[in-house]
Antibody
Framework: EVHLVESGGGLVQPGRSLRLSCAASGFTFDDYPMHWVRQAPGKGLEWVSHITWNSVNIGYADSVKGRFTISRDNAKNALYLQMSGLRAEDTALYYC????????????WGQGTLVTVSS | QSALTQPPSASGSPGQSITISCTGTSSDVGGYNYVSWYQQHPGKVPKLMIYGVSKRPSGVPDRFSGSKSGNTASLTVSGLQAEDEADYYCSSYAGSDNLIFGGGTKVTVL
């Protein structure tokens, strides 16, 4: 069974940094592209970033480009999101999700980790 | 990277059909057959309902169907049931390793 477990969220001051992690299990991690998606409280889904299995192709939403860095460690079955220069508008529940091969749908999602940016 | 346009709300009585639209551009919805739809109940994780414009993952009832015409994709829920009351989001590949979501539609079963 596919499991995705996010961690690393918390309360952080504006301008500071935070690193999110996503532990994957139940599938061959390095066979799949992965995404980060966030959802601000009471708001809709917002795509954040994507990384292919070999980290060659990476994409970012304009809202986080230059501040967030996605990475993965296939040996550890882990996905990361390094967030810097955090702003109040980055406050959200951050989900990691597994992308389907050959498609751009997100077929499995973790439960999310909450990031709150506030002084 | 503007969000895809969805109506904020839709409603129907049990047994009826509703259709939710998702409008983008030729750079996203119109340019690729990578439109997906997600269902999210309050406090829950999004669930994939439709991928590749019109394909259903295993376990999704055939009451849910998807289509696309030009820059607009649609999700139709036939035979509406109480458990279909949820938020629905569309997404589309937008080129250059980018994905984009719609603003979401709240479906109410009257």
């Amino acid at each position: 069974e596919v499991h995705l477990v996010e961690s690393g969220g918390g309360l952080v001051q504006p301008g500071r940094s935070l690193r999110l992690s996503c532990a994957a299990s139940g599938f061959t991690f390095d066979d799949y592209p992965m995404h980060w998606v966030r959802q601000a409280p009471g708001k809709g889904l917002e795509w954040v970033s994507h990384i292919t299995w070999n980290s060659v192709n990476i994409g970012y939403a304009d809202s986080v480009k230059g501040r967030f860095t996605i990475s993965r460690d296939n040996a550890k079955n882990a996905l990361y999101l390094q967030m810097s220069g955090l702003r109040a508008e980055d406050t959200a529940l951050y989900y990691c999700a597994r992308r389907a091969r050959g498609d751009w749908s997100l077929e499995y999602w973790g439960q999310g980790t909450l990031v709150t940016v506030s002084s | 990277q503007s969000a895809l346009t969805q109506p904020p709300s839709a409603s129907g009585s049990p047994g009826q059909s509703i259709t939710i639209s998702c409008t983008g551009t030729s750079s996203d919805v119109g340019g690729y057959n990578y439109v997906s739809w997600y269902q999210q109940h309050p406090g829950k994780v999004p669930k994939l309902m439709i991928y590749g414009v019109s394909k259903r993952p295993s376990g999704v009832p055939d009451r849910f169907s998807g289509s696309k015409s030009g820059n607009t994709a649609s999700l139709t829920v036939s035979g509406l049931q109480a458990e279909d009351e949820a938020d629905y989001y569309c997404s589309s590949y937008a080129g250059s390793d980018n994905l984009i979501f719609g603003g979401g539609t709240k479906v109410t079963v009257l």
